[in-house]
């Protein structure tokens, strides 16, 4: 087990109506916030107005942004530092799934900054300060609710990139399984998909000893492997919608990181797809995940034996190792399809005529190696895209 540290202070508020809350909750930071949102499902709902009754009642001032979209865009982020900025707001509140929250953490490391926040993304600038950030979490996926994380995408040139800081972890997140009801199935599906990658990435690592975490890892896998398809089969089902949000939540607030490093180029080379083509995140990653797999299955053919039997009730052939893994990854396949999404780049309506552009992205011109389990260059993620193939 390798040496870590593990803090999260996000506080989470979990259950039914909780939503109604949110401004005494944010009023123990602020009093003059940016509301940060996507599109209008959140008025026609009436999740907006409970939220803004909430804020009034307070004493809360608010001005609101809308319009994030999927794989969210940087130009808007600018726009919601202008507001802050104009406006002396000092805290961001985000009402959707990861890419509201994630703009949101744009915008809070850019109001508290001179400069370009792109910067930070692209590795120029270290980040000292943000301003706070809370959540209400619409769309379990991301895991954005309780991490570190932040991913946009910058028009010019169309990069989708990530970014890392404990400053912006969220404040709090208020998680109510009944604001996912109205969902489409397709981003369900996406979601639930998002959350088992997030696991999968964790899961193949080189750290030895690491038994823990593994089984940790293992039991959240099954639990998205249970309730993904239970909520796409009835989208009010409120129980399984809870173990699905909590469950997202758990697989990206770094508490499954602890003692190991996980790997992360599917992921890279996924963000490549969405940039360019702006796929749904989720469906990317089921067509990238099992055709990196394919691709590294034989760097640790006994961690993929261990995830086929333990995660998908794969029959152990101790005759035949490499039987078993690639009936786990089979499996995997499998139950993208249940739930919907397809395994190939054709499914996303993708061609194979930019696979090259897309691997000197992912690995800035052939300069990085990406992932930790297997080190890829731009030749060998070229060769996972032709397998997505």
Known sequence: MDNFVFQN??????????????????????????????????????????????????????????????????????????LCRDNKLDFVLAI???????????????????????????????????????????????GSEASTASVVTNEEGWLKRGFNSELLY?????????LAFTLPK??????????????????FTNSRHVAFVDRLLEATMKTVIAQGPKVIANMTDYDAWAELMWAGTIAHNNLLNTGRVGDWGSHDIEHEISGIYDVAHGAGLAVVFPAWMKHVLHHDLDRFVQWSVRVWNV?????DKEAT?????????????????GTTLASLGVGTDRIDEMA????????????????LDAAQVAQVLKLAA
């Open 170 to 178: 969220p404040k709090f997140s208020i998680l109510n399984p009944e």
């Open 360 to 375: 000197r992205k992912a690995t800035d011109g052939d300069k990085r190696r990406i992932g930790n389990f297997v080190k």
């Open 96 to 142: 959707g799934g990861g890419s509201a929250i994630d703009s949101s953490k744009a915008i809070a490391m850019g109001a508290a900054n001179d400069g370009e926040v792109w910067d930070f993304y692209v590795g120029k600038r270290e980040l000292t300060r943000a301003l706070p950030v809370g959540t209400v979490l619409t769309f379990p996926a991301a």
């Open 9 to 82: 202070p996000t506080k989470i508020i979990f259950g039914r109506g909780m939503e109604n809350d949110v401004g005494a909750e944010v009023a123990r930071h602020s009093r003059r916030i940016l509301v940060h949102f996507g599109g209008g499902s959140i008025k026609t709902t009436g999740l907006y107005d409970r939220v803004a009754a909430s804020l009034n009642k307070a004493g809360v001032e608010f001005k609101a942004l809308g319009g994030v979209k999927p794989n969210p865009r940087l130009s808007l982020a600018h726009e919601g530092v202008r």
């Open 315 to 319: 029959e152990l052939d101790i005759f």
């Open 186 to 203: 397709f981003q369900a599906a996406c979601g639930a998909t998002d959350i088992l990658s997030h696991l999968m990435e964790r899961y």
């Open 325 to 341: 893994a690639r009936a786990g990854v089979a499996r995997l396949e499998a139950f993208l399809h249940s739930i919907g999404l």
